[in-house]
Every structure is written in structure tokens, then in C-alpha cells.
């Protein structure tokens, strides 16, 4: 077999509407023996595909083509499409992209050209990729795929259904869990950015902890996460971190918390479950963020502050979102108010100058 071989599997999709209806658990309206050839956008749909509409803006786009039906959350009587009607139409959809265009599977094997230490630990059915250099004491588990020139340090502990995609770098002693995915470029357990400004220089501070990245994490491109001073960096279960992020040394991020491109989160930040930041926040060091907060676009919050759990945050000092508002509106009226506050000068002039005739 050659090195480079690996392969697809391919699902023809050729099935009945109601077949289809089936495999999401929705409600059928309409004809369920129309046969489905392919899953399409609302831009590119054919006689013989299905569309998602999320909304009624959607749906309404969806009726103006020649899509053979529609899945959708919302039943509309009279329509003149066939429609599958499920509670959540986005993930219905994924999962049939899951189902009809399942991601490529590479045969176990290791490559001529990967290096991997005498001692390394390698678990059954692993795909090994062109130039992967895996450290001494490393361990890596089950059904794992680590594509070319991708970088595992000594100590290394990977779970199993462990996806590392080209070029990315885990540090020596950081440990991955089952079913993490991560994407070219991003590297796990870089030194945190830690110095002492003394005798006229800035004097490193040795980062001698790790990197743990738990279950069913995605991390995106080109994003970095530090390892701790002490201790360890970690990021929770189910948490899902979007291309060109930094995590900062020692920070301690919650379960299924959702991190958009271009944020940054400063060291020794801790946040709770469920935490949304929005794309571009800033976060300082030493915050504490409780559960199921969300930060908005560009939001900056100082060192040390607690945000509390369900509110929304904006703004840079960040603060919840009706005074965010309330400072933005004031902000706008400022020239209204330098007017009122000018005509109000030129009448106590006015009257001034009466009192002393």
C-alpha cells in the first residue's frame, strides 16, 4: 500500500423523503416517497435536494426554488413543498451531513517518515502521517489520526479518536482526552508570557506546568494554549474554541464553554460551564466568570472582576448588558446636550447683562 493512501467512504444519497424523516426523528408533510439525491444550500438547490430553513425569512427564500423539499422547525399549512418538520432544524441537518458526508477515514498505519521513540506507547488502529515526530514517554490511544508533520513531546498523553490535523504541536507533558479534534497550525503548552522587569531587563518566569485539554474538545487554526506557571492549564469537556485564539498560562475554562475567533483570555482566568465569548473579547487576568455568561463582540473586561452567572456582558469596561446600553445612548447624546447646555449659556448672558442695565 502506498504512504499516502487513505480514503473516503461513499454514501450515495438516494433516499425516500420519509426514509430521511425517519433518520432525524421529524414529522413528514407532504410526499414521502420523493426520493432526496443531495443535501444543498438555498442557493444551489435542484429538483432533487433538500434545504434547511432555519427561519420564516429562510423558508420563504426556500419556496422561491426548485428544492424538492424543505426541513424545517415550524409546520406551514398550504405549502407546496414537502417538509420535515423536527424541533431543531440546524442540528437535523448536521446530523444528515454527518450521515451522507462523513469525514475521511486514513487506513492504520505509520508512515516511512514519521520518528516515533522506542518507548512510545501506540494504541490499535492509528494513522501516522508523513514527517510526525512523536517523543519518548509519550502515550497515544486507540483510533487516533495525527496527520503530517504534526509534533508530540515527551510525556504526551493522547486519548483515544484523537484527530491532530498538519503542523500541530503539543509541548512535552500535556495530556489530551478522548475525542479531541485540532486543526492545522494550533499549538498545545507554549511557554505562558510570564517575565520580571529587574536590573534593567525583563527576566523569564519558567512555566514548569502543563496543558490539559479534556473531552470532546475542538480547538480551531492557529490558536495557542499556554501551559501553567504551576499546575495546569485546562479546558473543559465539550468546550469549543474557534480559529486564533489565545489561552494565557494557568487558565481554567469550564465545560462546553464556546470561544470565537480573535479572543484572548489572560492568565489565571477562570470561567464556569456554558460560557459564550463573543468574537474579538478581551479578557484580563484574574477574572472570575460564572456560569452561563456571555460576552458580546469586543467586550474588555478589567483584572480581577467576577462577572455573575446568566447576565449578557458588552463594552470595554465590560458591564452587564442594560448599563452597557444605557452608557452607549448617553454617549450619543452628548452633542444634543453640549446644544442645550450652549443655549442655555447665551440665555444666562442674556439675562445678565438685563440685571446689570
Request: charged share 20%; aromatic share 4%.
Amino acid at each position: 500500500m502506498s504512504d499516502f493512501i487513505f480514503y473516503k467512504e461513499e454514501k450515495a444519497m438516494n433516499k425516500t423523503l420519509a426514509e430521511i424523516a425517519n433518520l432525524v426523528e421529524g414529522t413528514l408533510q407532504g410526499d414521502g416517497e420523493i426520493l432526496i439525491k443531495s443535501l444543498s444550500t438555498i442557493a444551489d438547490a435542484t429538483r432533487e435536494s433538500l434545504v434547511f430553513a432555519s427561519d420564516k425569512d429562510y423558508f420563504t427564500a426556500a419556496l422561491n426554488t426548485d428544492a424538492a423539499a424543505i426541513i424545517t422547525g415550524q409546520r406551514h399549512q398550504d405549502c407546496p413543498k414537502s417538509q420535515i418538520v423536527v424541533s431543531n432544524p440546524k442540528l437535523a441537518f448536521a446530523r444528515l451531513l454527518e450521515e451522507f458526508d462523513p469525514q475521511p477515514r486514513r487506513p492504520a498505519m505509520i508512515h516511512s517518515t514519521a520518528c516515533i521513540a522506542d518507548d512510545v506507547m501506540l494504541g490499535d488502529n492509528c494513522h501516522i502521517g508523513a514527517y510526525v515526530v512523536i517523543e519518548s514517554g509519550a502515550t497515544i490511544g486507540s483510533n487516533c489520526q495525527l496527520l503530517n508533520h504534526v509534533s508530540i513531546g515527551r510525556n504526551v498523553s493522547l486519548g483515544n479518536d484523537v484527530t491532530l490535523h498538519p503542523k500541530v504541536t503539543v509541548y512535552d507533558d500535556c495530556k489530551l482526552g478522548n475525542n479531541v479534534i485540532i486543526h492545522s497550525g494550533s499549538v498545545v503548552g507554549s511557554d505562558g508570557f510570564g517575565y520580571e522587569f529587574a536590573d534593567g531587563k525583563h527576566h523569564k518566569i519558567p512555566h514548569i506546568g502543563n496543558a490539559i485539554i479534556e473531552d470532546d474538545v475542538e480547538i480551531g487554526a492557529n490558536t495557542v494554549i499556554d501551559r501553567a506557571t504551576l499546575g495546569s492549564t485546562n479546558i473543559g469537556k465539550g468546550t469549543k474554541i474557534d480559529n486564533f485564539v489565545q489561552i494565557a498560562h494557568s487558565v481554567q475554562l469550564g465545560q462546553n464553554n464556546i470561544l470565537c475567533a480573535f479572543t484572548g483570555v489572560a492568565g489565571s482566568t477562570k470561567s464556569g460551564d456554558n460560557v459564550i465569548f463573543a468574537a474579538n473579547v478581551g479578557v484580563s487576568d484574574h477574572v472570575t466568570i460564572e456560569d452561563n455568561v456571555i460576552l458580546g463582540a469586543r467586550t474588555g473586561v478589567p483584572p480581577k472582576k467576577t462577572l455573575k452567572s446568566g447576565q449578557i456582558y458588552l463594552g470595554n469596561p465590560s458591564r452587564p448588558k442594560d448599563k452597557a446600553i444605557e452608557a452607549e445612548l448617553s454617549t450619543t447624546r452628548i452633542p444634543m446636550i453640549r446644544k442645550q447646555l450652549k443655549t442655555l449659556q447665551t440665555k444666562v448672558k442674556e439675562l445678565e447683562k438685563r440685571l446689570v442695565e
